[in-house]
């Protein structure tokens, strides 16, 4: 099994700056995939930022070019660098891994989120 345990939510300003971290523990070796996935009131979850064991990155749209994912594998650590946030970024973040089968990937682990919220 694998557990994660994400920090580093808190309330911030629009404009500002934060970074999440995610701690894997556990059979961490059969990690593939890491992201960060996030569901703000009343919205479905939705794909922040993922990064492969190799360090291949994947942004949505609506996050590209203001934050950056990360992943220390030594550390078997997840980081999210998140600059120039928007009230619309206000969401609770969770901390995703998965393994990949033969033609796909499967979850094996969620934390149980942070809270980022961004004033106006």
């Known amino acids: 099994q694998v557990q994660l345990v994400e920090s580093g939510g808190t309330l911030v300003q629009a404009g500002g700056s934060l970074r999440l971290s995610c701690a894997a523990s556990g059979s961490t070796f059969i990690i593939n995939v890491m992201g960060w996935y996030r569901q703000a009131p009343g919205k479905q979850r939705e794909l922040v930022a993922s990064?492969?064991?190799?360090?291949?990155?994947n942004y949505a749209d609506s996050v590209k070019g203001r934050f950056t994912i990360s992943r220390d594998n030594a550390k078997n650590t997840m980081f999210l660098q998140m600059n120039s946030l928007k009230p619309e970024d206000t969401a609770v973040y969770y901390c995703n891994a998965k393994r990949r089968r033969l033609n796909y990937y499967e979850d094996v682990s969620w934390g149980q989120g942070t809270q980022v919220t961004v004033s106006p």
């Open positions: 990064i492969s064991s190799g360090g291949i990155t």
